[in-house]
């Protein structure tokens, strides 16, 4: 088996799963070492961003009704 499919087949099985259990596998995975974690983000960067997000609320710093409007800052 190639390493193409090894990779596709191991992350089918992951998505298989529930999120919350899927979540709390990649977590466990990752936070071994650093090296699994090297692993994840190199090969499963979809689950492991789904496993560390970042929560909405400090994605942006402004959200979007308190950002400047264009045509305001331009006016000034």
Known sequence: MSEKHLI?????????LPRRKRISDVREFAGRSAED????????????QEA??????SADARSVATRPNKRAAKRR
């Open 8 to 16: 596709q087949a191991i992350s089918a099985r992951y998505k298989a």
């Open 37 to 48: 974690t090297k692993f994840f983000q190199k090969y499963f960067p979809d689950l492991y």
């Open 52 to 57: 560390f997000r970042a929560p909405a609320s």
